[in-house]
């Protein structure tokens, strides 16, 4: 009780909620242009970002997790980096081309499994993580190197009108890809191997298609993951826009969702996936206003056991978010479908997602969701959030979040909650998270923030973590994290 009560001060000191319209942008980087041969003009730019963060329970909502921890108990803290070094060529008007290096480590791959993995440690660089080195004296470890560099993004991309007489473009290589809202598809982290093609035949339209690479096996066989869309926007005004999509995942070896998945069923030879997206976003006089439709058809198929699964996930989310300066108060509505695995109908709303946070620090972040993933997005989850933020001063903003949130299904992984005795539950209630944020600009590209959660744990984990240990010692999740970022 006297964590929860010092958690709940250090929320308090720091604030309410951020608008949740968008993920807070990037600081713009001043960058200067160097001339290079040809009359090429090349930019150089960039980022160091270094952040600490401590979290609770969020492996397993276990406050006696076998794997221990700090005090004996599921509790992680860790300092990491992120060094990125961006390089633009802008050949002519028309032509450019885009190359960004990081310094950083990916996640290890998620194994499938219950409520045993989780606790996000997030994509950078984690310090002190070497072995042993040949230095004298009696500790041997430090002095190592940084991670290498590494390829995130390198793309070229070609506009203009005399491709096919209108106004059209071409970008290929690694890229970031989200597709319509994001809500279905959104790698924009380490990015994807793509092709995309657009044309803008008429002011305010967009309209574009797009291949994407998932998974290249063989190469002289049948056997990739790969993704197709179809992307229209049009922005009727500069104050409303609407949009569609048509996406394809089409898994010639295994199932839609991949390797790693919290669903039990039996993985395919072959899966086709079809999400259908709707948005439209509006502000009108100053009240801005979004909503999003996503759904899915579309199945796969046993070649072994002709056993056949049928997709039928479906995902809405809308909002509003109104500034009385210096404050902006918002409220966002989610709901991701679920699946009781009663059927052949796979009833969770699939996502592909990058992992970052989405909705909720801890919850959609930091731990698994009602439907067995990390990072996964809008599955087997409804929330109500209600956010305000503020500029409480030149520099500094505070915010923070109520969510409230309940499983669309009393099922975890694609199967339904049960007692040690084995009969089913009912309790959907997944909990009430808390989150802050305070961001403070120090200096020109210069920032500090602070971030953290707290998720006050319903009933939906406490029978999850019961029913897989055969007693009951769950634990509220909560995590911190702050940092100090330099972009140029």
């Not at 713009?28 to 041969?37: E, F, L, V």
């Not at 044309?199 to 096996?217: C, F, H, R, Y």
């Amino acid at each position: 009780m006297k964590k929860i009560i010092i958690f709940a001060a250090a929320l308090f000191l720091l604030g309410f909620a951020a608008s949740s319209f968008a993920i807070q942008a990037e600081i713009p980087a001043d960058s200067t242009a160097a001339i290079a041969k040809g009359g090429t003009q090349v930019t150089i730019g960039g980022e160091m970002r270094f952040r600490g963060v401590t979290m609770q329970n969020t492996s397993d909502f276990d406050r006696l997790t076998a794997s221990g921890g700090a005090f004996g108990k599921s509790q992680r803290m860790t300092y990491e980096g992120r060094i990125r070094l961006d390089v633009e060529a802008k050949l002519s008007p028309n032509t450019k081309g885009f190359i960004q290096l990081e310094a950083g480590e990916p996640l290890a791959s998620i194994p499938d499994s219950k409520l045993t993995t989780g606790g996000n440690l997030g994509e950078d660089m984690t310090w002190g993580v070497g072995s042993a080195r040949s230095y004298g004296g009696t500790y041997r470890l430090g002095d190592q190197k940084a991670n290498e560099m590494r390829v995130i993004q390198a793309w070229i991309q070609h506009q203009g009108s005399g491709l096919i007489g209108v106004p059209s473009y071409i970008k290929v290589g690694h890229q970031p890809v989200v597709i319509g809202a994001g809500v279905f598809y959104s790698h924009n982290l380490y990015n994807d191997d793509a092709i995309i093609v657009g044309i803008n035949p008429i002011k305010g339209l967009d309209i574009s298609a797009l291949t994407v690479k998932l998974q290249e096996n063989l190469t002289n066989s049948a056997d990739d993951q790969d993704l197709y869309a179809f992307v229209i926007n049009y922005a009727i005004n500069k104050d409303i826009s609407v949009g569609a999509d048509f996406s394809m995942l089409d898994s010639q070896n295994g199932s839609a969702w991949g390797a790693s998945s919290g669903f039990s069923q039996t993985k395919s030879m072959w899966s086709h996936l079809y999400n259908i997206g709707l948005n439209a976003k509006a502000n009108i006089q100053g009240l801005k206003l979004y909503g999003t439709a996503d759904f899915q058809a579309g199945g796969d198929h046993n070649n072994t056991s002709g056993s056949n699964w049928k997709y039928r996930g479906y995902a809405l989310t809308a909002g509003a978010a109104y500034t009385f300066a210096p404050v902006t108060l918002s409220l966002d509505l989610g709901y991701g479908s679920g699946d009781s695995a009663t059927d052949n109908k796979i009833g969770t709303f699939l996502t592909s997602q990058s992992d970052v946070v989405h909705y909720t620090f801890v919850y959609d972040y930091m731990t698994v969701n009602a439907a067995g993933n990390i990072a996964g997005g809008l599955q087997n989850t409804m929330y109500v959030k209600l956010g305000a933020g503020a500029d409480v001063m030149k520099g500094l903003n505070i915010g923070g979040s109520l969510t409230l949130l309940n499983a669309a299904k009393s099922a975890y992984g694609g199967e339904l909650v049960t007692t040690n005795a084995g009969s089913p539950v009912s309790h959907k209630y997944i909990g009430t998270e808390l989150d802050t944020t305070l961001t403070y600009q120090i200096d020109k590209g210069l920032k500090y923030f602070v971030e953290g959660g707290y998720l006050f744990a319903g009933r939906f984990f406490k029978d999850v973590t019961a029913a897989s240990r055969g007693t009951d010692r769950y634990s509220d999740p909560w995590a911190i994290r702050h940092g100090i970022q330099l972009n140029f």
